[in-house]
């Protein structure tokens, strides 16, 4: 079965400092993975996804992530966070088991930011 | 152009009753997916539509709960004798194809369903 664990259910950064925010996966088949982010009260956005193309994955407002088979891993990064980047982050691998492409959510990650 | 839109935004019901939850999606997506959010689920699969056929119902959490897609564009979710546990987030996307090989999906605001 296809799965992502998100390691942390929240984490609190100041505003200027990194981010990380940190995610497994466990799949049998090359994996699509995405990062999603929630803000209060709103739609999901698609944040970056990867698709075996390059490992290191550009996504919008500063964001990247890096898929490393090895580790299983696919961990969002930001150079620097901003007020607004607090929100609800969603790591997600489409489920290529049943050819529907659905997507498995993980667990999500709250994502502060302090003055 | 135009998002996936849902409709109502919320939806505040007795336990029993039946309610609609409205999707529309973006204009020639021919993949639709519903998924549910509830706090200690999490985001789950409901259903999956390709074109007006759902070749995977498998999240459906009951027999209580169906779906439609009509013309290909238009989905309907319906929860027959609401229970308190369906109180939750009712989120839509949809995207340009679906199967093995999906386009990325677009997800539209949600219906918050209360069950009182």
């Known amino acids: 079965a296809q799965s992502v664990t998100q390691l942390d259910s929240h984490v609190s950064v100041s505003e200027g400092t990194p981010v990380l925010l940190r995610c497994n996966y466990s799949s049998s088949y090359s994996p699509s993975l995405f990062w999603y982010v929630q803000h209060p009260n709103k739609g999901l956005q698609l944040l970056l996804k990867?698709?075996?193309?390059?490992?290191l994955v550009k996504g919008i407002n500063g964001f990247e992530a890096e898929f490393k088979k090895s580790e299983t891993s696919f961990h969002l990064t930001k150079p620097s966070a901003h007020m607004s980047d607090a929100a609800e982050y969603f790591c997600v691998v489409s489920d290529g088991l049943s050819n529907t492409g659905k997507l498995i959510f993980g667990q999500g990650t709250t994502l502060q930011v302090k003055p | 152009g135009a998002g996936v839109s849902q409709s109502p935004s919320n939806k505040v019901t007795e336990k029993g009753k039946d309610v609609e939850l409205r999707c529309d999606p973006i204009?020639?997506?021919?993949?639709l997916y519903w998924y549910r959010q509830s706090l200690g689920q999490g985001l789950e699969f409901l259903i999956y539509?390709?074109?007006?056929?759902?070749?995977?119902k498998s999240g459906l959490p009951s027999d209580r709960f169906s779906a439609e897609r009509t013309g290909g564009s238009v989905s309907t979710l319906t929860i027959q004798r609401t229970q308190q546990e369906d109180s939750a987030v009712y989120l839509c996307?949809?995207?340009?194809?679906?199967?093995?090989?999906?386009?990325?999906?677009?997800f539209g605001p949600g219906t918050r369903l209360t069950v009182l």
């Open positions: 996307a949809s995207s340009l194809n679906g199967g093995r090989a999906p386009d990325t999906q677009y």
């Open positions: 990867y698709t075996s193309a390059a490992t």
């Open positions: 539509f390709q074109g007006n056929s759902a070749p995977d």
């Open positions: 204009s020639g997506h021919t993949a």
